[in-house]
């Protein structure tokens, strides 16, 4: 399947969708990206943006069915595209929705970033890491 995210103001994804690669795929068997936009818009007789999207590709790696990393040629757009993330022309991604204020994007993979690492002390079953913006750090809870 080829996935193709429409594109909405300021880039907002609203809607992906599926369609047969066979469609994308040119005479001489090599996929263009524009086939499958031309397609969707004659389909749904619109002029609509539409992006083409990697549902295997995270934080910039493509990834196997069985999540072991794939051949990184196959590596698309940074991440797969879903309802309210941003593509971003000047890096060719998608991004995800900011987390927190403080958290800082990482251009390499479209992915937000705390600005301390979580730690990585192991707590008691009953307790988990959660962070906390009013202190710009990660806290530990209990679990109810």
Request: aromatic letters at 14%.
């Amino acid at each position: 399947m080829a996935y193709f995210a429409k594109l909405g103001t300021g880039n907002i994804v609203e809607k992906v969708i599926s369609i047969n690669n066979s469609v994308i795929t040119d005479s001489n068997g090599i996929e263009q990206e524009q086939l499958g936009v031309d397609f969707i818009n004659k389909l749904y007789n619109t002029r609509d943006v539409w992006k083409q999207t990697s549902f295997n590709t995270r934080g910039g790696k493509y990834y196997n069915l069985d999540n072991t990393l794939g051949d990184q040629s196959k590596s698309f757009r940074k991440n797969f595209a879903g309802i309210g993330m941003r593509y971003h022309d000047n890096i060719d991604g998608f991004i995800g929705i900011q987390p927190y204020n403080s958290w800082i994007l990482n251009e390499d993979t479209c992915l937000w970033n705390p600005p301390v690492a979580m730690p990585t002390t192991t707590l008691e079953d009953n307790q988990y890491y959660s962070w906390n913006e009013s202190i710009v750090n990660w806290e530990v809870k209990d679990r109810i």
